[in-house]
C-alpha cells in the first residue's frame, strides 16, 4: 500500500500567487516526520520542510509552510508569492520512528509550473 | 564544501558491464542511503546503511551492491548491468535515524545503459 500519496502530477499557479501542494500519508506508527523536497530541473534535492508528528504547531520556513492535519493524516505544502523559481517537483516524504532502516518514504511527486 | 557528493554525475555503459558509483559525505552523518529515481520521478529506497547494519529493499537486485570502506562513504556497485537499471541514482546522508533528522542528498548520478 502507498504510505505517501500526492494526488496533483501537475499544477499550475499565477506568478505571487501562493499553491497548496497534497499530501497525505499512512501510518500507525505514533512517531514520524514529514519532509518536503523541491527538485528542480537542474536534478538536485533540496530539503524544504519538515514537521513532526508530536508538534503542536505547524511548520514554517521562510514562504513555506505546511498545512498538518494528524486526524486527516495530510501533510500540504503551501508556498506563498510564488516565483518562478519555485516551477520545479515536489516531493513529500515520511520517516517512521519504527522504521528499519529509517529510511524516507517518498510520494509520487508533483510538478509545479509558475506562470509569469 | 559539498556536503554530500557523488561521482560521476554522468555514466554511460553498455549493457553486461560492471560499473560503480562513489558517495562520500562529510557531514559526520552516521546513516546513508541509495535512492533509485526512475524516468517517472518515482524515488525509491535501494539500501540504508549505517556502522551497524545494512537494510536492503527486497525488490532490488542482487546485482546490486553497497560498500562502505569507513563512516563517511557508501559506494553502489552494480553488476551485469541491464537496460533497466537506467535511471538517476542517489546518494543521501542523514544525522541518524530519528524521524526529525532530514536526509541530505549527493547531486545525482544519470546511469544510461546502451
Known amino acids: 500500500a502507498q504510505k505517501i500519496t500526492q494526488t496533483q502530477p501537475g499544477m499550475f499557479v499565477q506568478e505571487k500567487e501562493a499553491v497548496t501542494l497534497d499530501c497525505t500519508y499512512d501510518?500507525?506508527?505514533?512517531?514520524?516526520?514529514l519532509f518536503w523536497y523541491k527538485q528542480p530541473s537542474s536534478g538536485e534535492m533540496i530539503f524544504l520542510i519538515y514537521?513532526?508528528?508530536?508538534?503542536?504547531q505547524n511548520a514554517t520556513e521562510g514562504r513555506y509552510s505546511l498545512n498538518f492535519q494528524k486526524a486527516r493524516k495530510s501533510a500540504n505544502l503551501v508556498i506563498s508569492a510564488s516565483q518562478l523559481g519555485d516551477s520545479a517537483m515536489y516531493f513529500c516524504?515520511?520517516?517512521?520512528?519504527?522504521?528499519?532502516?529509517?529510511?524516507?518514504?517518498f510520494g509520487g511527486g508533483t510538478r509545479l509550473m509558475v506562470k509569469p | 564544501d559539498t556536503a554530500v557528493s557523488q561521482t560521476p554525475k554522468y555514466l554511460v555503459t553498455q549493457m553486461g558491464n560492471d560499473k560503480s558509483i562513489k558517495c562520500e559525505q562529510n557531514?559526520?552523518?552516521?546513516?546513508m542511503y541509495w535512492y533509485k529515481q526512475d524516468s517517472k520521478k518515482f524515488l525509491k529506497i535501494m539500501f540504508s546503511?549505517?556502522?551497524?547494519?545494512?537494510?536492503i529493499n527486497e525488490t532490488v537486485p542482487n546485482r546490486f551492491s553497497p560498500k562502505s570502506p569507513d563512516k563517511a562513504h557508501l559506494n553502489l556497485h552494480i553488476n551485469s548491468l541491464e537496460l533497466g537499471d537506467s535511471a538517476v541514482y542517489f546518494c543521501a546522508s542523514s544525522q541518524d535515524g530519528r524521524p526529525n533528522t532530514e536526509a541530505f542528498f549527493g547531486q545525482g548520478t544519470r546511469l544510461t545503459v546502451v
Open positions: 514537521q513532526g508528528s508530536y508538534d503542536q
Open positions: 501510518t500507525s506508527d505514533p512517531s514520524y516526520g
Open positions: 557531514l559526520g552523518h552516521d546513516t
Open positions: 516524504a515520511m520517516r517512521e520512528g519504527s522504521n528499519a532502516g529509517n529510511m524516507l518514504t
Open positions: 546503511y549505517n556502522n551497524k547494519e545494512l537494510i
